[in-house]
């Protein structure tokens, strides 16, 4: 019976190999195993979302996934969303907007964010904060983050006219 | 808190698991979205011995129509059912469902068989699934078995699953021109679990009369409750605001919420019997020659 895996995947572009516990979640993997520390885990339990990244291009809570599962898969978290200039725009717009106040949730909030800009472009105000619903702020009242995304995507749709 | 510590395998055919539940017994547990069973390793609810994931396992997977029957494998993650356009077409109930199930990210992992197979009484597939009177196909070393959605959830997160079973796949009887359903429901907070809900299924003749229909409550018992009277006061009705209202008066008898953090049983009989208008409301005729 084994409780440590060898997996190999792709984090923010770079093929990674290393050995996991069983009982590693993804967000401990990329904080502890790799030191990516901008995910954070908060709930652990599915609730927060303060966890969210992308695997395999879709947006997951990271702290529900085992790491030991992930041999192949393409893992994107704030860091490579960050670096790829992917989202750039929207992170203006929450500085502009003052929609991080303490910031622990923002990098979750942000991989959510940004499954809006990509899936939903014409997304309401009210679809927003329905997208939204499962990331927790504590500090924002969110209605600072739900400006800054409903701006983002005011911007974007002018840019393209 | 961290989890348990616990052995990992991956099964990559239905052989793989029953090797591995012969070898681990009870400890073993089936791990696929993942979405329920880790969040309540986290609360140490249980501690298995090896988590064996079916997540990599072909026959669990795809959505398919053979003849009238719409199969969709165990593995399809909620999100998948949202935008499948063979569920889309057969089973709309089931891609309106999608939007209420918690959250994105969760939808993103989250699968129709974890889902049912946990059967909790508050959630939205196992209603639907009673509401569509499909059939579930159940696995085993010897082979397989079908089990009436109505007859597999026996009680509060129990189902007529076997120890040595898994879900395999769920089969939807495809709808047809007459075929109608919804659901309603109503949470406190967006992506919570249903203070109340209601998945509802029918057939509306050319006539305007109701035929086959089933309305399944949710978040109102042990498990989705087939509302017998109140489907029945349905049967061969013209649909208009005074067969609602009889379904109505029929629920009364039909279910019997317990008392729960959301209130006492009489909110909870309000709230199904105004989801009861709500959803059977689409379905008259001023409101379907309007959408």
């Keep these: 019976m084994s409780t440590r895996h060898d997996i190999t995947l792709t984090v923010n572009g770079e093929r990674v190999t290393r050995l996991v516990e069983a009982r ?26 303060a966890c969210t990244v992308r695997v395999d291009g879709e947006i997951v809570r990271g702290c529900l996934v085992l790491a030991a599962s992930l041999d192949g898969a393409e893992v994107t978290t704030i860091e490579g969303l960050s670096d790829s200039g992917e989202v750039a725009d929207l992170q203006d717009a929450f500085v502009a907007r003052n929609a991080a106040q303490c910031g622990f949730c923002t990098p979750g909030m942000v991989m959510a964010a940004a499954d809006i800009l990509r899936h939903h472009p014409d997304a309401t105000r009210a679809e927003i904060r329905e997208h939204l619903s499962g990331n927790y702020c504590r500090c924002t009242g969110y209605q600072a983050i739900v400006d800054a995304v409903e701006s983002t995507l005011t911007a974007r749709k002018e840019g393209v006219r | 808190m961290k989890w348990p510590a616990f052995a990992y395998e991956r099964a990559s055919t239905l052989q793989d698991v029953w090797r591995l539940r012969a070898e681990h017994g009870e400890g073993a547990r089936l791990v696929a979205g993942g979405q329920t069973l880790l969040a309540t390793l986290a609360f140490r609810l249980s501690e298995p011995s090896v988590l064996v994931d079916i997540t990599r396992i072909e026959a669990l997977r795809g959505v398919t129509v053979q003849g009238s029957t719409l199969r969709i494998g165990a593995l399809t993650r909620h999100a998948e059912l949202g935008r499948d356009p063979l ?36 959630a939205e597939l196992p209603a639907c699934v009673v509401a569509l009177d499909a059939t579930l196909v159940l696995a085993s070393p010897a082979g397989e078995r079908r089990v009436a959605a109505r007859e597999f959830f026996t009680g509060l997160l129990e189902t007529a699953l076997k120890p040595d079973e898994l879900i395999a796949a769920v089969e939807v009887p495809a709808a047809t021109p007459a075929s109608r359903s919804a659901i309603v429901e109503v949470a406190r907070r967006s992506g919570d679990y249903a203070m109340a809900g209601l998945a509802a299924s029918l057939s509306l003749g050319a006539d305007g009369r109701v035929s086959a229909p089933r309305l399944v409550y949710f978040g109102v018992g042990n498990g989705p409750v087939l509302a017998a009277g109140a489907s029945a006061a349905l049967e061969g009705k013209a649909l208009d605001a005074g067969a609602i209202a009889a379904a109505q008066a029929a629920l009364a008898r039909d279910i019997d919420p317990p008392s729960d953090l959301h209130g006492p049983p009489e909110m909870k009989r309000h709230l199904a019997r105004v989801l009861t208008a709500r959803a059977l409301s689409r379905f008259l005729p001023a409101a379907e020659a309007a959408s």
């Design chain 1, 24 to 49: 590693r979640h993804l967000i401990d993997f990329l904080r502890l195993d790799l030191g990516l520390t901008g995910s954070h885990a908060g709930c652990e339990h599915g609730v927060c979302g």
């Design chain 2, 87 to 122: 569920v889309a077409r057969h089973a709309p109930l089931l891609a309106e469902a999608v939007p209420y199930i918690a959250h994105p990210a969760i939808r993103n992992r989250g699968t129709i068989g974890g889902s049912l197979a946990y059967a909790d009484p508050a």
